[in-house]
């Protein structure tokens, strides 16, 4: 991968993160839906799926899933949305999807080479590898010597943000509707109202008195 693309992506990645931990994604319009749709089942979205599972793995979606690995039982990132995000086209990453997957594959077809591993012709090479063998090659992407890390740590921040906060959704209706991560995490249901209130504190106590000039938003004096 030469620098500029290198540059190009990282650049989409951090725009997408800003997006999702700012305002989340809007409703999606009737044609992003069927686009999203459409990517979902294309190559490079099935890879990068294959990650977000690697990195937080879920059990099969359905008998003879190539995509999620099903090496624990439970949800992972896929069920939790990760597609939503990778592919959603309010986000700048998704067009760069195809070329981050090709990089991925690319390893993948270089890893299973030197283990004499065979890869089935009809499937990303990436997906065809066995959930120990994307843990293997996962964990070299992040090593310190490998020029393309920063593209992964980004693309697994974004697939954390599936999982751990629903990103894609408003968080009071994912708690709502279930979400698998959430729930999951036993993440609290909101008030009534929708907002979060806390009534006990983590220790017990409060750790300060509350300064008097503090403002009714809670913003220091």
Do not use: N
Request: hydrophobic residues 45%; glycine residues 8%.
């Amino acid at each position: 991968m030469t620098a500029p693309e290198r540059r190009t992506i990282l650049k989409a990645l951090t725009a997408s993160l800003a997006a999702l931990t700012s305002d989340g994604l809007a409703a999606p319009t009737a044609a992003a839906t069927k686009t999203a749709a459409a990517a979902a089942e294309c190559w490079p979205v099935q890879t990068l799926l294959a990650f977000a599972d690697t990195l937080i793995p879920g059990e099969r979606r359905f008998p003879g899933d190539t995509v999620v690995a099903g090496a624990v039982t439970g949800p992972g990132a896929v069920q939790a949305g990760a597609a939503d995000i990778l592919a959603s086209p309010q986000l700048p990453v998704a067009p760069l999807l195809p070329l981050i997957a090709s990089l991925l594959d690319a390893r993948a077809v270089t890893y299973a080479a030197i283990r004499l591993i065979w890869l089935p012709p009809l499937q990303p090479p990436f997906t065809g590898l066995s959930f120990h063998h994307r843990t293997a090659l996962v964990k070299g992407l992040f090593g310190p010597d490998d020029p393309d890390r920063p593209i992964w740590q980004m693309l697994s921040l974004l697939i954390g943000l599936a999982f751990d906060t629903a990103g894609s959704d408003d968080t009071s209706q994912a708690v709502t509707r279930k979400h698998p991560g959430l729930t999951w995490l036993g993440f609290p249901s909101p008030d009534t109202d929708g907002r979060w209130r806390f009534t006990e504190f983590s220790y017990g106590r409060p750790l300060a008195a509350l300064h008097p000039r503090t403002t009714p938003s809670g913003s220091p004096a």
